[in-house]
Each structure stands twice: as C-alpha cells, then as structure tokens.
C-alpha cells in the first residue's frame, strides 16, 4: 500500500502490556493525526502534529502517549490499557498548510484484554 | 465543547432513488467541510469538500450545499448504486496549527438492488 501505512493492522494486548502503533505517510504532508473510532460513535480526535509539533491534545488519558519524530512518522504508545480503548486507531495525514483534506491509514484494530 | 451533529444515522434507499445526508456544526471558525465514505473494513476516503465561500460544489452524482449562516451542510447523492453502500462522515475543519477537524457520527448507507 502506498500513501498512509499503519502496523500493525490488529493488536490484543493485556492491561499491563506495553505496546506501540506506528504510522508512516509517503505524501510529503506536514500534519498528522491520531484518531480512536469506536462503534456506533463518531471519529475522535485524538492528537495532531503539525512539522512535528503537537498542536492539540483532545483530553486524552495520559495511558495514551504519541510520539512524532519527524514529518513522515507518528507513533502512538500504549500503556495499561482499559478494556473500553478497544478500537480502531486510524492515522491521517495532511499538507498542513492550504490544503485540509485528510488521507487516512487503513487503521489498527486494538483488543483490549 | 464543539461539535457536528450528523443525520439520519441509517438510510435505506432504492437503486435510482436520490440520498440526502444532513449535519450541522457549531463551530463559527469552521472553514472547510468534508465528507468522507468507509465501505465495510475499509478506511475512510474523502469523496468531496467545500469551502467556506462556496455554497454548492458537484461533482458527477454527488453534490455538497453549505448553509454558513445556519451552519449547516448537506450531501446530495443522485441515481444511487449498489456500491454507494457505505458509511458517510461528514467533518467540520477549523484552521490552526493542524486543522482541528471534527466529525459527525456517520450515517449508513444501504442502497437496495
């Protein structure tokens, strides 16, 4: 696949696991997102970085920790989970600047045990 | 806080018959609105977008209308298909640091043979 890559695509982790989502875009976009979606709820926004800079932090849980080293990168690492994070996390990317539209990853499934 | 509202949450329609998909938004500083279609285990895809000093965009069988004044937007599908069977997202953008962008809870989409 080209465009948004996520790994892994499905992850079931313990509570007291520790593990890490990453997320790579191909597009030379400037801007990166985290969101949750959860069933029969609308997409949260969860982080976003724009030249590697978080610009925003939607009250997420602090088990919740994201890490953007560069442009093309974002990780977002877990930590003592609850059941109720089980979800898809897709990442998205955009140019940031001008241009809004959001490409989306094919998203990571997380189970939550 | 703010938020787009999105209905109806299910619509069923006929092969041929016209879909309308309605949302509101709260957020005055609101400036780009896209819409985004998930087919079943798929990632979201941005199928059109309007800006904010635009009041209808169209392109081949679906078209957006913008309503600033009453915050709100719709999309039009005409002739609908089979494989118009989908979910819908509407999204609300502001500009910042990296687009805040919110979305509205999705309406399905079943488009009967």
């Known amino acids: 696949e080209t465009g948004v890559t996520q790994t892994p695509r499905h992850l079931v982790m313990g509570m007291t696991n520790k593990k890490s989502l990453k997320c790579e875009q191909h597009?030379?976009?400037?801007?990166m997102y985290w969101y949750k979606q959860s069933a029969k709820k609308p997409l949260e926004l969860m982080f976003v970085?724009?030249?590697?800079?978080?610009?925003e932090n939607n009250s997420v849980p602090s088990r919740f920790s994201p890490e953007c080293p560069n442009s093309s990168h974002l990780f977002l690492h877990l930590h003592t989970l609850q059941p109720e994070d089980s979800a898809l996390y897709l990442c998205?990317?955009?140019?940031?600047?001008?241009?809004?539209?959001?490409?989306f990853g094919p998203g990571t499934r997380l189970t939550v045990t | 806080g703010e938020n787009v509202e999105q209905h109806p949450s299910t619509l069923s329609v006929q092969e041929g018959d016209s879909a309308v998909i309605k949302c509101t938004y709260s957020?005055?500083?609101?400036?780009?609105f896209p819409w985004y279609k998930q087919e079943l285990g798929k990632r979201p895809q941005l199928i059109i977008d309007?800006?904010?000093?635009?009041g209808e965009k169209k392109d081949q069988r679906i078209a957006v209308t913008l309503n600033k004044t009453a915050k709100h937007f719709s999309l039009h599908i005409t002739e609908t298909q089979p494989e118009d069977s989908a979910v819908y997202f509407c999204?609300?953008?502001?500009?910042?640091?990296?687009?805040?962008?919110?979305f509205g809870a999705g309406t399905r989409l079943f488009v009967k043979a």
């Open positions: 998205a990317s955009s140019q940031g600047t001008s241009v809004m539209e959001q490409y």
């Open positions: 597009l030379g976009h400037n801007a």
């Open positions: 970085y724009n030249f590697k800079e978080q610009t």
């Open positions: 957020d005055s500083a609101s400036n780009y």
């Open positions: 309007i800006r904010s000093n635009v």
């Open positions: 999204a609300a953008s502001t500009p910042g640091g990296g687009f805040k962008t919110i």
